[in-house]
């Protein structure tokens, strides 16, 4: 039997180097050959298909928040950052635009109706040709000045937002490159701060929320690397009185004058504890409790530390746990004013004051990963949630005396949150369950619906609705009921890999990935 030309090895190989996805369907069409040998044939025309799109269109393969399924990320971190250092010199090459300044604010209100200057930075304007976008008032409001909002309960309340967007979208004031890194925003005076890598540097920085101009940069030799997740710092940081209070990946407690980004005081928490870092990194905001700042190190004895919130100087230490990726919250529960956090074993509250310990509910995941947020039900109830088919729970706060006791009420697997935090609405629980969004009864442990393939993405609360970042950078709207799940828009934000939590101040939604960061006008 004569055999076709196209079930030749010539032909098959060589369309695998032209155009390897025909190399496969010839591969896969040529009689005989057996599975074994179509199965390594396949693994390597894929490999060349992959060294192609690599050289040609500068596409790589990353993994998303599953560990299994794989991203196509454009660039590599080297050509991301020429291109943050190219945008950056550009900035810099006009006349500097001053910071908001709290005294002049409406001044500065005003003159943001004036059409701008031919050498102000605009990067990337709102694609609708049909309105013109303004950059948003400058404010001297304090408000989102913590991870995830004022309660680092993921709650958008000072004012109410659109909840019907155009058809291409919320309006863009302005996108831009940044460094990588999974950190969110805090805002404070109409100025955006956050933490990103810069090659071999990482640094804490200030973006001006009119236009994304960053006005100042302090860095500081700290450079993390993991397979999965990439480098960069991973915790928010947070703005008190003046200053921003930062974490790096390595450890490195930065504080800076929120003006200026010079250095007040920093020291590195690891080294400082006699602590080991985490798989992946340290990833716990700083928590302003009265005069103290409390961070997470994991040191035998010094768990969790609190050092001067002005003088670094250490006030107390406290637990023996192996640390996790949670990060510290003020709370009251059962008339109590405590920190409530998360080690690698258990949920915990402590007493602000001498950091001793009030109560503890074991709480183990596998690989020590607890990243979700506890969320305070009501006074004496707090919802827990974790990945890795560990699952929920509600746990009860009981008092008598001076003792606090903590037991189950419920504990399932019907809500998994993996490395984002659920949210609180009238009553009902809504998050991701791994990578997808569920609704759930947290006084009985009742999914009441589960819907909606966002990844493995972040969520904010907002007017009754939910604000989703997709793990692809999509951001979507959806209506924060238990009847169902009801997505009401969707539109593209940024590209690549997006695990970092959004934010919003000021009607202004930021959000951010390792390559780049952009604001949206979001409220009414």
Known sequence: METKWYHSAWARWGSAFLLPPLGLVLLWL?????????LVGTLMISAIGAAQAAYWFDLHLDLDGSGMRPMVRVGTPDKNYARLETDRAKQTAVTPAPAPDAADVMSLAAAQDKKPAKDQHVVEP?????????????????????????????????????????????????????????????VANGVAFTIEQRRAKEAVTAYDMRNGRELWAHTYDADFQ????????????????????????????????????????????????????????????????????????????????????????????????????????????????????????RMVGLKPEDGSLLWEYPWTTEYDVNAAQPIMV????????????????????????????????????????????????????????????????????????????????????????????SESGDVVLVKATPESHQELAKFPAIGGKTWNVPAIDNGMLLVRNTTEMACFRIGK
Not at 30 to 38: A, E, S, T, V
Not at 382 to 410: C, M, N, P, Q, R
Not at 428 to 440: H, K, T, V
Request: glycine letters at 12%; aromatic letters at 10%; a positive charge.
């Open 30 to 38: 040529k009689p005989g050959g057996g599975f074994f040998k179509k």
């Open 126 to 186: 709102q694609p609708s040709a049909d309105r013109e976008v303004k950059p948003p008032a400058p404010t001297s409001g304090l408000y989102w000045t913590e991870y995830r909002g004022p309660n680092r309960d993921g709650l958008y309340a000072q004012a109410p937002i659109l909840t019907l967007w155009p058809k291409q979208g919320l309006d863009r004031v302005w996108k831009q490159p940044i460094g990588g890194g999974w950190a969110s925003f805090v």
């Open 226 to 345: 993991e397979s999965m997740g990439g480098p960069g710092p991973r915790a928010t940081p947070t703005y008190h009185q003046g200053l921003v209070y930062s974490m790096g990946a390595t450890g490195e407690l930065q504080v800076v004058d929120a003006k200026t980004g010079k250095l007040k005081w920093g020291k590195n928490i690891l080294s400082d504890n006699d602590s080991q870092n985490l798989t992946w990194a340290q990833s716990a905001a700083p928590l302003i409790v009265d005069e103290k700042v409390i961070v997470q190190p994991g040191g035998k004895g010094k768990s969790i530390v609190a050092y001067n919130k002005i003088t670094g100087a250490r006030v107390w230490s406290s637990l023996n746990d192996q640390q996790a990726y949670t990060s510290p919250m003020l709370v009251k529960l059962a008339g109590v004013r405590q920190i409530v956090t998360v080690t690698a074993a």
């Open 378 to 469: 009501d006074s004496t109830h707090v919802f827990i949630s974790a990945g890795y088919g560990h699952g929920a729970a509600l746990v009860e706060l009981s008092k008598t005396e001076d003792k606090i006791s903590a037991h189950g009420v419920w504990n399932n697997t019907k809500m998994k949150n993996k490395f984002s935090s659920s949210v609180l609405h009238n009553g009902y629980i809504y998050g991701f369950d791994e990578a997808i969004l569920a609704c759930m009864d947290p006084k009985t442990g009742e999914l009441k619906w589960k819907g909606g393939r966002y990844g493995y993405g972040q969520l904010l609360l907002a007017d009754g609705h939910l604000v989703v970042l």
